[in-house]
């Protein structure tokens, strides 16, 4: 197995143990994609991976050898294919999904806010990779929102009482809490960005 060199990007990393194995046994664009247009591909391709760890790259490569385009199965699949696979496989952070920190910042972020919703809507996110998109995920988020913040509160109350609390809900609250500061922070990064811009 080669080793990581030093300085070692995490595009590079992702090269070494997906993309250069996959190239070596053969995948390689169809002659109307020139080397540069290629590179770009591939080069974009790894800076989506790069948040997978060695051992799920050297999965998704299992996966991948077999899912090659063309007539003689040795055309690199598409951006799609690899993104699908690499979320089966090793499903990426919110942190790291760009435009994720945007939709928080934005409006939409702000009244789930508002309306009590941000952490379910976060849960959400964490869940699906994506908002609820129609009126029933919105029902739902909506309705989870309303018990979550309920329990929440009933929660502090007997916390602030010194009144006995179960370890299991105090491990719900925390991860509330902890659910809540991570949306907040989208929210911050978000409006920064959005300020910036």
């Known amino acids: 197995m080669n080793e990581a060199p030093a300085t070692e990007t995490k595009r590079d990393r992702v090269r070494r143990v997906l993309l250069a194995p996959?190239?070596?046994i053969g995948f390689r664009f169809p002659r109307s994609v020139d080397a540069e247009q290629g590179q770009r591909q591939l080069d974009r391709l790894a800076d989506d991976l790069a948040y997978m760890s060695d051992l799920n790259l050297r999965r998704l490569f299992?996966?991948?050898r077999t899912k090659g385009e063309g007539?003689?199965?040795?055309f690199w699949p598409s951006h799609a294919a690899f993104i699908a696979l690499?979320?089966?496989a090793?499903?990426?952070p919110l942190e790291e999904m760009p435009g994720l920190a945007s939709w928080f910042g934005s409006?939409?972020?702000r009244a789930a806010l508002a309306e009590g919703r941000l952490v379910e809507e976060y849960r959400w996110w964490l869940a699906k990779h994506r908002p609820p998109m129609n009126p029933?995920?919105?029902r739902l988020v909506a309705d989870r929102a309303s018990a979550a913040q309920a329990k929440a509160a009933r929660l502090r109350e007997r916390l602030g009482l010194n009144l006995p609390v179960d370890a299991g809900d105090r491990e719900w609250l925390h991860a509330f809490d902890a659910h809540e500061a991570a949306a907040r922070a989208?929210?911050?990064a978000g409006a920064a960005k959005g300020a910036a811009a």
């Not at 007539?71 to 040795?74: A, I, N, P, V």
Request: aromatic share 0%; net charge positive.
């Open 186 to 188: 989208l929210m911050r």
């Open 71 to 74: 007539k003689s199965r040795d």
């Open 86 to 88: 690499a979320q089966i």
């Open 136 to 138: 029933q995920e919105r």
């Open 90 to 92: 090793q499903p990426r």
């Open 22 to 24: 996959l190239a070596g």
């Open 62 to 64: 299992e996966t991948m």
């Open 107 to 109: 409006a939409a972020g």
